[in-house]
Nanobody, 125 residues
């Protein structure tokens, strides 16, 4: 069974940067698109970014486009989310997820079947 473990969250001032990592472990390596989602208190989980298996295609929500960058290193079984110019509204628990299959444009929560436990990102004003 695959496990996804996020790291890199923390407290940062507005305008600062953080890089999240998501490492896969377990017997089966997921050869699928990967994504990042976030959930703020009292809100639904929302899509942040996703990346194809090859890394050649990336997708972003409008709220993070131009500030966040998703990438992956398949040799290390790891996906990253570089977050720059952070805003207080970026405060949330960030989750890494693996898509159920090779969707053409994986941006929906329902497209993803394996989830990490989440890492807290707090941006102070």
């Amino acid at each position: 069974q695959v496990q996804l473990v996020e790291s890199g969250g923390g407290l940062v001032q507005a305008g600062g940067s953080l890089r999240l990592s998501c490492a896969q472990s377990g017997r089966t390596f997921i050869s699928s698109p990967m994504g990042w989602f976030r959930q703020a208190p009292g809100k639904e989980r929302e899509f942040v970014a996703s990346i194809s298996w090859s890394g050649g295609s990336t997708y972003y929500s409008d709220s993070v486009k131009g500030r966040f960058t998703i990438s992956r290193d398949n040799a290390k079984n790891t996906v990253y989310l570089q977050m720059n110019s952070l805003k207080p509204e970026d405060t949330a628990v960030y989750y890494c997820a693996a898509a159920k299959k090779n969707f053409a444009r994986p941006v929906l929560t329902a497209d993803f079947g394996s989830w990490g436990q989440g890492t807290q990102v707090t941006v102070s004003s």
